[in-house]
């Protein structure tokens, strides 16, 4: 059908009807609050960019390199014009910067998310999880390395910030 290979589909009549404005597999959406900016990331394509509300949008990945596989991204929620894009083993920022970031099945498991009040501070998840205070430069992975011995199998699919404790996460 129509969906079977995904895209963004947009409405100006509160869902009524719908029109496809993005084509592609989409992993992430996220917005600039308080803007008609929006960013997409789309698997084997890399990030779009919309400027008027998600009507059109253009690729956005100038820096990015070799944007294959699955895309994740993450606005910075006290700073918008930081966001960050996990695509396979690569870690980007909106200033270019990169680490790596993946320790296996980068095609599968992929999670990002940046603290609500500290752009800097992030959290990548692929097998294990880490964390980086500096943006992505150096990653602190807080599980121990992962194998066969492991009791429980680690996949990292999704990670969150508390709202409320700037020190939790799930």
């Known amino acids: 059908g129509q969906l ?3 895209g963004v589909y947009r409405s100006i009549n509160e869902g009524v009807s719908w029109v496809k404005v993005l084509s592609g597999k989409v992993e992430d959406i996220v917005f600039a609050p308080g ?4 960013y997409a990331s789309v698997q084997g394509t890399g990030v779009y960019k919309s400027t008027d509300g998600g009507a059109t949008w ?12 699955r895309v994740r991204i993450a606005m910075a929620p ?21 680490a ?9 498991n992929q999670a990002i998310a940046v603290h609500s009040t500290d ?3 992030i959290l990548i998840g ?3 999880f880490a964390v980086s205070t500096n943006g992505g430069s150096t990653l602190n992975y807080l599980t121990a ?12 699919h999704v990670l969150v910030w508390s709202k409320n404790n700037p020190n939790r996460f799930w």
């Open 4 to 6: 079977a290979n995904g």
């Open 78 to 98: 006290s700073n918008p014009q930081i966001l960050y894009a996990l695509n396979g083993s690569k870690l980007f920022k909106t200033t270019n910067g990169g």
């Open 35 to 38: 803007t008609n900016t929006a």
């Open 126 to 128: 692929s097998i294990r």
């Open 145 to 156: 390395t992962w194998g066969t011995g492991q009791k429980v199998h680690q996949d990292t």
């Open 100 to 108: 790596s970031s993946c320790e296996g099945q980068c095609t599968y």
């Open 58 to 69: 253009a690729n956005a990945s100038s820096g990015i390199s070799a944007a294959t596989g």
């Open 119 to 121: 752009p800097n501070k």
